[in-house]
Structure formats: C-alpha cells, structure tokens
C-alpha cells in the first residue's frame, strides 16, 4: 500500500485532546485538509456532514480520522469542478486511510458522510470493519428532506425532493450575500467549544456548499443489501433535513444490524446527544471486535454473505 506523502503539525484541539492535522494529495491533485484525534481506542474513520470542523465532535473512546470535503475548511477545490461526486469523495476517503497507515476500520458517516461511508463500505468491504451511521440517507439525500412526520403524509415524495433542489439552487444563487452577512457576525466567546464550531460555520461558502450537495443529490438511494459488517443507524425523530425512515428502512433490513431514533432534530442530535452518540459508537466496537475474532477463529467467512477475509 502506497502512502501519500503529508507534511504535519500538532494543534491543539477542544477540551485538552491532541489533533495531528495534516495536507494529504488526492489522487486529481487536490490537497485535502485532514486531521486526526487521539483519545485511545482503535482508528475509526469520520465521514462528516458538510462544514463541520473537528471540534463539533463528542470525545469519542478512538483515534479518529477526518477530512475537510474538497474546498471547504482549508481543503482545495479540485481544477475539475467535476470532481465533487461521490467516486471523488470516496477516493478522498482511501487516501486518508492510506496517509494514516490504516488498513481498516469502522467508518461513522454523518448526515452528508452517511452516502460517502456507506458507498466506502460497498465499493471497498475490505477496508470498513463496521458503520455508524448517524442523521443522513444512504443516497438519494434531497429526497429525504422534509420526510419526518407530518409532512411525510403531506407531501409526496417527489414534491420534496423537486422542493429540496429548488432550495439548494437558490441557496446557490444568494450564497456570495449570505457569505457576506455571516462573515460578519462575531462569534460568540462564551464558550470555547461553540467558537470553534460556529466560527467556521459563519464562514461557510455557501455557494460551494450548494455545488457539492447537488452534485451528491446525483447519487441514488443505494442497496445496502451488499453491506456485511456489523451497522448501527441514529436518527432523529424530529429530522426536517433526513427523514428518520430514509435511514431507519434500509438499515433495519440488514441482518444484526442496530437501530436506535433519539427525540431530537437533525442539527441538535449531535450536540445535545454527545453521550449518546460515544456510547453507540463503544458497542459498535465491541461488535466490531467479536466479528473480527470469530473470522480470525474460523479461517474464513462465517456465513455465505460474509466478506473474504482481509
């Protein structure tokens, strides 16, 4: 396995934890902004949502690996505009993977990752050993806008999917104002924890952010069928912005898969639910871990739908 040469330099991340941020090269040439947090535990991947800095995320009990979406929070664009789909992303993802030496791990996907983490895991079973999949559909992420209760049985499908672009568009249209407005607004200094987050949030290109959540709305909903490794789906109850069911569905199908749904909403699930969240991703692991002990044990795949042995 080749590793992408990476130049590196320690910061310090919220509430005391180390961050090894680093530039790894993707395979178009764009430069990728990564960083990594070590709090003990095993390597466990972060496919985040779209804008979200390292620091929005709870202390999880694993070194956790992260990248910045090209053009957001200090990656580059690529030369192609083009190359913002999913194949992209997910070669992004390989990259990090290899920058850090990992072989294999679990992969969290959160609202825009869950696509990306679930598509690592179909297209490359031998490099995810499980998925927690938190607040976001598996492909297809306009048509699950508006989807939680009651405005499933309201609108039809399609009207929200058609709803959810027309808002993307438009989103691309006034983004450079917006920008502008928000880029001016202080960042409150009451909290450590929420500067770091709301910061770079304010500071958000939201036009670039519109072109890479219309070029991910081109991927369909995706056949989990095909995925093997132990999968725990969160959502929120009250989700407006990924329908609880667009997770819930797909995920329940798959055999020993967990499903939990917390009475929150999309952007408060991982601020409000912290614990929850660190707990879900320690039994996670611990599944994780006996399947991979099992397989060591056998020699070989335990049931006909298992992946080959890495």
């Not at 209760?149 to 009207?159: A, C, S, Y």
């Not at 069928?225 to 959502?235: D, K, L, M, R």
Request: proline share 10%.
């Amino acid at each position: 396995m080749s590793v992408t040469p990476a130049r590196y330099r320690q910061v310090r991340a919220v509430r005391g934890t180390l961050s090894s941020v680093r530039e790894v090269v993707a395979e178009d040439g764009a430069r990728l902004r990564t960083w990594r947090a070590d709090r003990g535990g095993p390597d466990v991947l972060l496919c985040a949502g779209l804008g979200i800095p390292e620091a929005a995320w709870p202390p999880f009990p694993a070194h956790l690996l992260g990248w910045h979406y090209r053009g957001t929070l200090g990656s580059t664009r690529p030369a192609d505009p083009a190359r913002v789909r999913l194949a992209d992303h997910v070669s992004d993802a390989l990259r990090v993977l290899d920058a850090a030496g990992v072989e294999r791990c679990p992969a969290l996907g959160w609202s825009f990752g869950v696509t990306v983490a679930v598509e690592l895991a179909l297209r490359h079973p031998d490099r995810v050993s499980g998925l927690l999949l938190v607040a976001g559909p598996p492909g297809d992420v306009l048509g699950a806008v508006l989807g939680a209760p009651p405005l499933d049985r309201v609108l039809p499908e399609r009207v929200r999917r058609e709803l959810a672009r027309g808002g993307v568009r438009a989103l691309h249209r006034v983004g450079p104002l917006l920008g502008a407005v928000l880029g001016r607004v202080p960042v409150p200094e009451v909290d450590l924890w929420a500067a770091r987050v709301l910061g770079p949030l304010l500071r958000t290109d939201w036009a670039w952010f519109a072109e890479l959540t219309l070029a991910l709305a081109e991927t369909p909903a995706q056949d989990l069928s095909g995925v093997t490794c132990p999968t725990t789906a969160v959502v929120g109850g009250h989700d407006g912005i990924a329908a609880p069911g667009s997770l819930l569905g797909p995920v329940a199908r798959l055999p020993q898969a967990r499903c939990r749904v917390l009475p929150t909403t999309h952007f408060l699930l991982p601020v409000a639910h912290r614990a929850e969240l660190v707990a879900e991703l320690a039994l996670l692991l611990r599944r994780v871990d006996a399947v991979e002990r099992a397989m060591a044990w056998a020699g070989r795949p335990l049931t006909p739908r298992s992946r080959p042995p890495a």
